[in-house]
Structure formats: C-alpha cells, structure tokens
C-alpha cells in the first residue's frame, strides 16, 4: 500500500528519517502551505515568506530527484487548512490509510498527528546529536539540569574539539575570553543577502495579499531560501565572522544589525543545513588555525550545547511547558514590542530591527527584550507568542524553552540556575545604545533614570522569598541592603509609578 510520507516546514533535509525510511517509487510526499501554520500565532511577514518560499524549492528538489510530491499551495481553492486535513485529502485521494513521519518539533502538531484516523508511523528526528531518549537518560535522577554538564557529553560522544579523551586546548570552556565590547568598523563583513528569485517573488506578492497586517517589514527580502544559499551563508560566516565571534558575541551596536553573528538559524531550524556540518565546519576551521579556540569552542557550544540541551528540556518537559508562568507575572506585553513609541534607545533598535528583519541576535532578545519583559513582570505566555511571531528561525522546540525557561524565568529554574536580569550598566558595557538615550543610565532614580536601573531592584524586592537564597543572587541582596532606607523606598516607588504608566498603556 501507498504510505503518505509528511514533510513540514521545517523538515527540508534530503537525509530526514521519514524519507530515508520511505519508497521513492511507490510512496507519495505531502507538504502543505496552510492557514493553520501560518496563523496560529502572527507571524512575522517575513518568517512566513521565508517557509513558504523554502518548502516550495524543497518540494521541486525532492520532484527533480524522483520523489512523487503533493505540494499544496495557499491559495489553492481545494486547501482545507491544516495539515491532518491535507493528509485526510491525499489519503482518500490515494485510498491509503498510512502515514509515514519523523517527529514534529511542537507538541501541538505531535498531539494533532496522534488524534489522526491514520495508520502513523513517527520516526525520530535523526539531525539531531542527541535524541529525545538520550536526553531523558542523561536528566534522570539529576536535581538541576544544567547545559555545561550536558555540553561536556555531548563534546565526549561526537568528539568536536576533542583532544584524546581531554577538551581540545586544555578548557571546555572559553568564555573568559569572549562578551567584549564591540566598535563601530566600516570594514566589518556583513552577512550575505540574497536577491528574490522568480519563486521567492511569487511568494512574496501572495504574502503581501493575504498577511498585510501582521507585523514586520515584508521587503527587502533577503533571506536564502535553498540549501545552496544556506551553504553560501555558512561558508561566508566561517571564513569572515568566525574567528571574532567569540571575543564580540554579546556585542550590541546601533549602527550594526548583525557584528559576527553567524545569521544561519532560519536554516538551521529549517533543516537546509545540519547541526553536524555547521560544528564540522567551524572544527575545521580551527584546525586549519583559521579561527582562534574561543571562537570556534564558544560557537559549537551553541549548537552542539544549548541548542540540543533546549531541545532536550522542551519534549522532556512536555506539552504544558510554554504556558509555565512560576512567577506569577500577568502584564501584559507593551505596545513597544509590536513597534509602538518608547524612550528607550535599546528597546527600539531591539524592536526596530527585529520588525525590519525578523532577526535580533541572542543578547538583544535575552537582555534587552527579555530582561525588560522579566523586570515588568510581563504574562511569560505573551512573551513566548511575541518570540514565535517575529524571528524567522522561531520554531517552538527551540523558541519556547529559551523564552519560557532562560529569558522569563518562568519554568521556575529547570533551564537557568537563576534568572537573566541586569540593569542598565550591562546594556551600558556591551552596547552603544545608551549615549544617544532619552534616560540616564548612571542615573538610579529620578524622572530620566534608565527604567532598567528602577525595575532592577523593584523585580528583586518584590521577588525576595523565592530569590534571596540562590548562592548566585546574595550579593545583589546584600547590595540593596546596604542601600539607604530612603533611596529604596524612592526606587520602589518610582517603579510602582513606571509599571503604573506601562499598564495603562503610557509611554517608557
């Protein structure tokens, strides 16, 4: 009999399990552009461009090698809207009652396949290190799950960056050497941008029909949208950003978007490059002494590292892990992150970037988004559906835990052994942003006090109980202690005032 073998958005790898495990000659692929996907959060114009156009060039690779593919359009008048409904159209159409998957990356589309009256087989998705299994091994019996601990397994099991049985340069880690300020260099490469080709194109002018409203700046287009285009975007990151990623990661500057950031996450959570060339390609690098050990150690764990522990916590966790709010945080999300007005140098170019591009690099969404979301004490649900919509790489396997868990706190402590705030003298150090501020960044109270400094110690204050016994935060407690009576209750009750004004929906 036929089997259907399903092939979603982000599931564009020639070598995907559900394939390898198919017949090319009787079997039949089903992929499906519908509204289901493209509107269960709304998404950035960009981020559905970039799916549509890539699963399009996908489908006619897979027809070009000999596949027999069903590819339904958007607008195509037979679309039911949904994935199990498109596969309930090819079966009948078929008269085959068999389903061929490799595992979903979002609980919603695995409990959506499982409800289906189809005979489905789902295979484990293979492109990745470390399997959901694996993963639930290595956590079981462990109090805290913490990703140096994982990383250093997974460095052992794969062997990147090994010396022997001993990490390649004595050190698993070198961040003491990485997180330095960045300056302004004309000279810097910047990562390569792509020209719409006639697919693209059509892609983009029914996007601009059917998503006028949706937040973001559709055009330019400038993604990659094809394996070749992803390869050129890698291989142009090795050779030019590489070997100063590591010093400059947590660099932020107004007048560049993108620094030595790699810019390959769209493709990597799409499948048009493997978490496994990407390490090699970085390994290879270094062993050329093309790229110093703190670039290419400092890059690999984030794919090897936290990106496979991220997707290890979000299946362990299971389905109820995005709505985790520990906590207790119910404002609501501020009209700045959908591009409204704000004071705040750092929030706008944050925003204004991530409108412009559906791209933000990790330490504007972890430190200045993020931080802000958490010190405002904003609904983490919102959060996690704002990070879904506007980043073109935001698939909810990854986006989820590093919203709900690192950035918001609110998986109470199974990502992060405390949580990711600052106030405005981190922004200060690792950015440019503060000198052209409305607000004061030395400034600790007062109307043009950075709100970051106020919302700093309100968030400590009134998080006390739960935080003050984290070996990892009594120095900030023992800092505010030491402040005078008067000066707290100042800042309390100036960020009393600033929370006010943002729940009534004024400007900050």
């Not at 409108?355 to 430190?367: E, G």
């Not at 309100?458 to 006390?464: E, I, T, V």
Request: net charge neutral.
């Amino acid at each position: 009999m036929v089997k259907l073998v399903l092939v979603l958005g982000d599931q564009l790898t020639d070598t995907l399990s559900a394939l390898r495990a198919a017949d090319r000659a009787r079997d039949l692929v089903v992929m499906a552009e519908v509204p289901d996907e493209a509107s269960y959060v709304p998404h950035h114009p960009k981020k559905i461009a970039f799916f549509f156009a890539a699963m399009r060039k996908f489908a006619a690779r897979l027809e070009g090698d000999g596949w027999r593919v069903a590819y339904t359009r958007f607008n195509d008048p037979h679309n039911t809207g949904s994935i199990p409904g498109e596969l309930m159209r090819r079966a009948k159409q078929e008269g085959t009652s068999e389903l061929l998957a490799t595992q979903p990356g979002e609980w919603r589309l695995i409990e959506a396949l499982d409800a289906m009256p189809l005979k489905l087989e789902t295979l484990p998705d293979d492109r990745f290190f470390c399997t959901g299994t694996r993963f639930a091994d290595w956590a079981k019996g462990r109090k805290t799950l913490r990703m140096e601990h994982f990383y250093r397994e997974m460095r052992r099991e794969s062997g990147f960056l090994m010396d022997g049985d001993k990490p390649e340069g004595g050190k698993w880690n070198f961040d003491h050497d990485n997180r330095k300020p960045a300056k302004d260099d004309l000279f810097r490469q910047r990562p390569p941008h792509f020209e719409p080709d006639e697919v693209s194109e059509e892609v983009l002018t029914l996007v601009e029909r059917h998503f006028p409203h949706n937040f973001g700046d559709l055009r330019p287009f400038w993604l990659a949208t094809d394996r070749k285009g992803a390869r050129q975007a890698l291989s142009h990151f090795i050779r030019h950003a590489l070997p100063d990623f590591g010093t400059y990661q947590d660099a932020m500057l107004q007048r560049d978007k993108f620094l030595y950031h790699a810019v390959i996450s769209p493709y990597l959570n799409t499948g048009l490059l493997t978490a496994r060339e990407v390490c090699q390609a970085a390994e290879d690098a270094y062993r050329a002494g093309d790229v110093p050990i703190n670039s290419a150690e400092g890059f690999i764990r984030q794919i090897l590292g936290w990106r496979e522990f991220i997707r290890g916590v979000y299946f362990l966790e299971g389905p109820d892990y995005p709505r985790r709010n520990r906590l207790n945080h119910r404002r609501k999300l501020p009209a700045m992150y959908w591009g409204g007005e704000t004071r705040m140098n750092c929030m706008a170019h944050a925003v204004g970037q991530t409108q412009t591009d559906a791209y933000a690099h990790h330490i504007q969404r972890l430190m200045v988004t993020g931080n802000f979301a958490l010190l405002a004490g904003v609904d983490p649900g919102q959060v996690h559906e704002w990070y879904l919509s506007v980043y073109a790489d935001a698939v909810e396997w990854v986006e989820a835990p590093n919203t709900v868990g690192m950035s918001q706190f609110a998986d109470g402590g199974v990502v992060g052994s405390k949580p990711y705030v600052s106030s405005g003298a981190y922004i200060n150090r690792m950015s440019d942003y503060c000198g052209d501020c409305h607000y004061r960044v030395k400034d600790r109270k007062g109307e043009r006090a950075c709100p970051f400094n106020l919302l700093y110690w309100h968030f400590l204050n009134r998080h006390r109980d739960r935080f003050e016994g984290n070996p990892r935060m009594a120095q900030m407690y023992r800092t505010w202690d030491r402040m005078d009576e008067c000066h707290r209750d100042t800042v309390l009750a100036e960020g009393d005032a600033l929370l006010d004004r943002l729940g009534k929906g004024g400007v900050v």
